[in-house]
């Protein structure tokens, strides 16, 4: 079946590293993405990473792909107050589905001064 | 450029009423979707549109939700008659092409928060 599964909530002091990681079932997900969504806004895309690579690195953001644990994580280098927001893995299922994007429940990053 | 616009951003209805959510995507995206997200889940694709057709709406309550899309650029999103579980944001997307990859990722715009009481 077709399922996102994220932890829901993320407590992290500023400046530190936060990691939210994600797990998926589908094996024929061809990207991964992680979507940033801000109080009152809609989702906008982090960063993704495509299946047949295992890392991928932009600025503060680095993506980790274990894709035989289907197992995806973002890790954001110091974390500033700015980055509080919901964070939302999330699949596409191929061609072969109609690229249908599967979204996790988000998790909820708050930041501590 | 200007991004996807969505009205209105509230919306407070009684259930068994009716509602209408508009959306604007990016000039020239051919591609547009409406998701609902209850809170505390993510977004759940209801329907998507290639130009003025129906790619997707496997996901849609056709009983009481209907969407369309008549010149392929703004699309309308109804519900009639509301039930309480239609309690949501509704977001609207758009992309350039059918295919959502790298070079097509999907545009949200802020959505509509719709209560049923």
């Known amino acids: 079946g077709e399922d996102v599964e994220q932890s829901l909530f993320l407590s992290v002091r500023e400046g530190d590293s936060s990691v939210i990681n994600c797990t998926y079932t589908d094996s024929s997900s061809t990207y991964l993405y992680w979507y940033k969504q801000e109080p009152g806004a809609g989702l906008q895309l982090l960063t993704y990473i495509f299946s047949n690579m295992d890392m991928k690195q932009d600025q503060r953001l680095t993506v980790l792909l274990n894709k035989k644990d289907k197992h995806l994580s973002l890790r954001i280098a110091d974390t500033q107050t700015g980055d509080s927001a919901i964070y939302f893995c999330?699949?596409?299922?191929?061609?072969?589905?109609?690229?249908?994007?599967?979204f996790g429940k988000g998790t909820r990053l708050h930041i501590l001064p | 450029e200007a991004g996807v616009a969505q009205s209105p951003r509230y919306k407070i209805i009684e259930k068994r009423q009716s509602v209408a959510f508009w959306c604007n995507p990016i000039s020239g995206h051919a591609t547009l979707y409406w998701y609902q997200q209850i809170l505390g889940q993510g977004p759940k694709l209801l329907i998507q549109f290639q130009n003025n057709g129906v790619v997707d709406d496997s996901q849609l309550p056709k009983d009481r939700f209907s969407a369309e899309r008549l010149k392929g650029v703004d699309s309308t999103l109804k519900i009639q008659p509301a039930k309480l579980e239609d309690s949501a944001v509704y977001l609207c997307?758009?992309?350039?092409?059918?295919?959502?990859?790298?070079?097509?990722?999907?545009?949200f715009g802020n959505g509509t928060r719709l209560t049923v009481t």
């Open positions: 999330a699949e596409n299922l191929g061609v072969n589905r109609d690229d249908k994007i599967i």
């Open positions: 997307a758009s992309s350039p092409e059918r295919r959502t990859n790298y070079n097509s990722p999907l545009h």
